[in-house]
């Protein structure tokens, strides 16, 4: 298949941008198999904006069918957020793989690692590396911390990160449902504001913070903070 579109917004509405995209599927002896390439620029939905963007994924016939998926995206801002560039990669069979993704922006970088599988009703993994490095220093994850997608629910086991002594953060969580309910904890310490930066489309913050919060949310009520 070869696929162009010059004005996504005609397509889908409330988005914008160009896309072109390309790869074939086979149907063979009972399995499948396939691979694509796409590329898009000025890429604009729900308040994310990518200035260009190329994806590759292959997936092959043999047992657990393997694959392979690497995505790079440039100028990625969302809201207040921003990147200069994000990369992710994909390896492993389709049940079960790890995800990489390295994010840079203005002499700071993080990345992130995944590493799980499909159950019948669920993906279970874990958060094995969550580490950066920006003006401030290094940062980086504990320990590995359990994450579980299932029906609609999410929930994060205690994620801890440091950095400079003393900073320390710890989130944990669960969130389901349409409409959004569950809660979120987070805890932390000694944290050199400053770090947030990089990633920051206007805003600009200094100084150090410590606390901790909860929020509560459920169906139908407003959220309710704690802390």
Do not use: C
């Amino acid at each position: 298949f070869d696929a162009q579109v010059g004005d996504l917004g005609r397509l889908i509405p409330q988005t914008a941008g160009e896309l072109r995209a390309d790869g074939w599927v086979r149907w063979y002896d009972g399995r499948l198999d396939g691979s694509m390439t796409g590329q898009g620029r000025n890429l604009a939905v729900d308040g994310m904006r990518i200035a260009a963007a190329n994806l590759t994924a292959r997936l092959g016939e043999g047992k657990g069918y393997p694959l392979h998926v690497t995505a790079s995206l440039r100028k990625v801002v969302y809201e207040e957020f921003q990147a200069e560039s994000v990369t992710l990669e994909a390896d492993g069979t389709a049940l079960r793989h790890t995800v990489n993704a390295v994010l840079h922006s203005a002499g700071a970088e993080a990345r992130i690692a995944l590493s799980g599988a499909y159950s019948p009703r669920s993906w279970q993994g874990e958060i094995v590396r969550f580490s950066g490095r920006d003006r401030v220093g290094p940062w980086s994850l504990a320990a590995p911390a359990k994450l579980t997608i299932a029906a609609g629910r999410i929930t994060l086991a205690p994620l801890v990160v440091t950095g400079a002594t003393p900073e320390r953060i710890e989130i944990a969580g669960e969130l389901s449902g349409e409409p959004l309910s569950g809660s979120i904890r987070a805890a932390w310490n000694g944290m050199n504001l400053a770090r947030v930066n990089p990633w920051l489309t206007e805003v600009r913050v200094t100084g150090a913070s410590a606390g901790n919060v909860q929020l509560r949310l459920a169906a139908g009520e407003r959220p309710a903070f704690s802390g």
